[in-house]
């Protein structure tokens, strides 16, 4: 039996930006690669062409990417606004948190590791800090294991 896939959460705008991307992979840059290969080959002997070398490179490195971001897009699983609530930290959960050692206050988004992007504030629900947030609710603590050692943040606000 085959192994389930994991689910790729996203936004609207996040699922957009792939498909997006995905078809300008298919359509212009697969395209602008297998000119380049054809114009190495044309130059001969292939065998010590550094040309033709990059260019099945780039074009393997582009293949990767378009299967990549078909079995993210098979996969979605959208970030449902509706879904999203004050009461308890969920996927697209704006939440403002305070390191209690240091006194800072961080205002992340929670959204899949597809998005995730730390300095837009946009982290992954598989980051360590994202996994202990996830389901918790305002005023609680929350302890944090990281390879610095360990982060204690309180959830001031879900926002």
């Known amino acids: ?10 936004t609207a705008e996040g699922l957009k930006k792939l498909e997006d991307r995905l078809e300008e992979l298919r359509s212009v840059r697969r395209l602008e690669v297998a000119e380049r290969i054809k114009q190495a080959i044309a130059f001969g002997d292939i065998s010590e062409n550094s040309e033709y070398e990059d260019a099945k490179n780039e074009q393997a490195f582009i293949e990767g990417e378009i299967i990549t971001l078909e079995r993210m897009i098979r996969t979605a699983r959208i970030i449902d606004s509706a879904d999203l609530t004050k009461d308890q930290v969920v996927m697209g959960s704006t939440v403002c948190l305070k390191d209690l050692e240091y006194g800072d206050t961080l205002e992340y988004t929670v ?22 947030i996830l389901h918790r609710h305002a005023g609680e603590v929350v ?12 959830i001031v606000e879900i926002k």
Not at 1 to 10: I, Q, S, V
Not at 111 to 132: K, Q, Y
Not at 144 to 153: C, S, T, W
Request: hydrophobic content about 45%; aromatic content about 4%; cysteine-free.
């Open 111 to 132: 959204v899949g590791s597809a998005e995730a992007d730390p300095a837009a504030l946009r982290i992954s629900n598989e980051s360590p800090v994202g996994m202990a």
């Open 143 to 154: 302890e944090v294991q990281v390879p610095a050692g360990m982060l204690r943040y309180e």
């Open 1 to 10: 039996m085959a192994e389930k896939e994991k689910e790729t959460f996203l």
